[in-house]
């Protein structure tokens, strides 16, 4: 039995960076960065008045109000290029480029046109610069804006979009397949017979998977029998970068999912991590397919695939940082911990009338009692050696994935 973090480690160890491929912008969102962004413009790109009013010379109407003459327009996309002389303003819009001359913008609301137009009333004085934002004072020529392995978000949008980044070279995604083994299992279409129930883990795992940013094939359910096993294992390792199984990874007698991987000589990197839940979790690698033998009970399930299945799609990405991130909560309620591992277990997260961070535990039935984990929102990581946590106290969490990054 190894600890989580060795866990981690040797997963990263074993997992290398896939491919990079161009999208189109549009397709871009929730893709891994495998480019570092510069901007080929500066931004503004000129000085942009920030205000609809006049461009004016801050001296000139130092003694308010000031009549000055109304030389021209400058409008968003059509500027006004001669230089403006003292006694002059422009009619200037948001976003248009302040004329050269002018050293501040006052906003219409201030002003008063005057003799139908051709002159106008500055009725307060305005410091230099005012409503001006000059030219690349947000960002120069050749900065890098965003990095390599950052996670596209939908904020970032606008700089990819800004700095002509029509395509964008991203981590290509993973290609898993998914196989729930179990003699006892019928699909979701089908009304399980006497001592049979219905596969959720592949949905589980797809759903997460494709969260992951993988693409996803499922395969067909497996029996428990090793040369069944080692059939569809051999197939589906061909045709996927990852292969994710659940179940028959135990020591029950027809947990049979480690030695169907080892007949096939595949090179087993762990197989049981000190994690509660999620015990017997295999690491291994088939030719260039890397395969993790999951527990069957589908809470494990969802918990073992986010601490290290999660990171290797990541990692394959380009993600620079591939694992859930820890942050801190604390506990609403009491909390039980484990003498011999480490413990992820599911909670809700919320905030008191103070903005405090609380994660209440689910009361839950173990690691089979998918129906009260579907309302969590994080996992609460409770080290090895801690017998109980006292409501009040401080614990870390990581969010489970939810929706699209
Ligand atoms: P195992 O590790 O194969 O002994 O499975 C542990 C528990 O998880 C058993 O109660 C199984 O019936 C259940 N289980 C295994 N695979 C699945 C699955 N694909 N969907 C739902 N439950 C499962
Ligand atoms: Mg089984």
Same mark, same amino acid.
């Given at each position: 039995?190894?600890?989580?973090?060795?866990?981690?480690?040797?997963?990263?160890?074993?997992?290398?960076?896939?491919?990079?491929? /161009?999208?189109?912008?549009?397709?871009?969102?929730?893709?891994?960065? $495998?480019?570092?962004?510069?901007?080929?413009?500066?931004?503004?790109?000129?000085?942009?008045?920030?205000?609809?009013?006049?461009?004016?010379?801050?001296?000139?109407?130092?003694?308010?109000?000031?009549?000055?003459?109304?030389?021209?327009?400058?409008?968003?996309?059509?500027?006004?290029?001669?230089?403006?002389?003292?006694?002059?303003?422009?009619?200037?819009?948001?976003?248009?480029?302040?004329?050269?001359?002018?050293? $501040?913008?006052?906003?219409?609301?201030?002003?008063?046109?005057?003799?139908?137009?051709?002159?106008?009333?500055?009725?307060?004085?305005?410091?230099?610069?005012?409503?001006?934002?000059?030219?690349?004072?947000?960002?120069?020529?050749?900065?890098?804006?965003?990095?390599?392995?950052?996670?596209?978000?939908?904020?970032?949008?606008?700089?990819?979009? /800004?700095?002509?980044?029509?395509?964008?070279?991203?981590?290509?995604?993973?290609?898993?397949?998914?196989?729930?083994?179990?003699?006892?299992?019928?699909?979701?279409?089908?009304?399980?017979?006497?001592?049979?129930?219905?596969?959720?883990?592949?949905?589980?795992? $797809?759903?997460?998977?494709?969260?992951?940013?993988?693409?996803?094939?499922?395969?067909?359910?497996?029996?428990?029998?090793?040369?069944?096993?080692?059939?569809?294992?051999?197939?589906?390792?061909?045709? /996927?970068?990852?292969?994710? !199984?659940?179940?028959?990874?135990?020591?029950?007698?027809?947990?049979?999912?480690?030695?169907?991987?080892?007949?096939?000589?595949?090179?087993?990197?762990?197989?049981?991590?000190?994690?509660?839940?999620?015990?017997?979790?295999?690491?291994?690698?088939?030719?260039? !397919?890397?395969?993790?033998?999951?527990?069957?009970?589908?809470?494990?399930?969802?918990?073992?695939?986010?601490?290290?299945?999660?990171?290797?799609?990541?990692?394959?990405?380009?993600?620079?940082?591939?694992?859930?991130?820890?942050?801190?909560?604390?506990?609403?309620?009491?909390?039980?911990?484990?003498?011999?591992?480490?413990?992820?277990?599911?909670?809700?997260?919320?905030?008191?009338?103070?903005?405090?961070?609380?994660?209440?535990?689910?009361?839950?039935?173990?690691?089979?009692?998918?129906?009260?984990?579907?309302?969590?929102?994080?996992?609460?990581?409770?080290?090895?050696?801690?017998?109980?946590?006292?409501?009040?106290?401080?614990? !870390?969490?990581?969010?489970?994935?939810?929706?699209?990054?």
């Amino acid at each position: 039995m190894i600890p989580i973090t060795e866990a981690i480690r040797i997963v990263l160890q074993h997992t290398s960076k896939l491919e990079v491929e /161009s999208v189109a912008l549009s397709d871009s969102l929730g893709r891994v960065l $495998a480019e570092d962004i510069i901007a080929d413009t500066n931004l503004p790109p000129f000085d942009r008045a920030q205000m609809d009013g006049y461009a004016v010379r801050a001296a000139d109407v130092s003694n308010t109000p000031a009549r000055l003459q109304i030389v021209g327009e400058s409008a968003a996309g059509a500027g006004w290029h001669h230089e403006m002389k003292a006694g002059e303003a422009v009619r200037i819009m948001t976003g248009a480029p302040v004329p050269v001359g002018a050293d $501040a913008v006052q906003q219409v609301e201030l002003t008063r046109e005057a003799k139908g137009g051709n002159e106008v009333e500055i009725l307060e004085r305005v410091d230099v610069g005012r409503s001006i934002v000059r030219q690349a004072s947000e960002i120069k020529t050749g900065e890098t804006v965003l990095r390599d392995g950052e996670d596209i978000k939908a904020a970032m949008i606008a700089t990819l979009a /800004s700095f002509g980044y029509a395509q964008v070279k991203v981590g290509r995604r993973p290609r898993v397949a998914v196989m729930a083994t179990g003699s006892e299992l019928v699909d979701v279409d089908q009304k399980p017979g006497r001592d049979q129930i219905r596969d959720s883990n592949n949905y589980t795992i $797809a759903a997460y998977a494709a969260l992951a940013g993988a693409t996803v094939a499922r395969l067909p359910l497996a029996v428990d029998d090793t040369e069944d096993l080692k059939k569809q294992i051999a197939e589906a390792a061909g045709q /996927s970068d990852v292969l994710i !199984t659940s179940g028959g990874v135990s020591m029950g007698v027809y947990d049979f999912t480690k030695a169907a991987l080892q007949e096939l000589g595949a090179e087993i990197y762990f197989e049981r991590v000190a994690l509660r839940p999620g015990k017997p979790t295999v690491f291994a690698r088939l030719g260039n !397919t890397l395969v993790f033998g999951l527990p069957g009970n589908p809470v494990s399930v969802a918990v073992t695939f986010n601490l290290f299945a999660r990171t290797a799609l990541r990692a394959m990405q380009g993600a620079k940082h591939p694992e859930l991130i820890e942050e801190t909560a604390v506990l609403a309620r009491e909390l039980k911990g484990s003498i011999e591992r480490e413990s992820y277990l599911p909670a809700v997260l919320r905030t008191d009338e103070k903005g405090t961070l609380l994660a209440e535990p689910l009361k839950w039935g173990g690691s089979s009692d998918f129906v009260a984990f579907a309302r969590a929102t994080a996992l609460i990581d409770v080290p090895t050696g801690v017998k109980m946590i006292e409501a009040g106290s401080c614990v !870390t969490i990581v969010r489970l994935p939810a929706s699209a990054p």
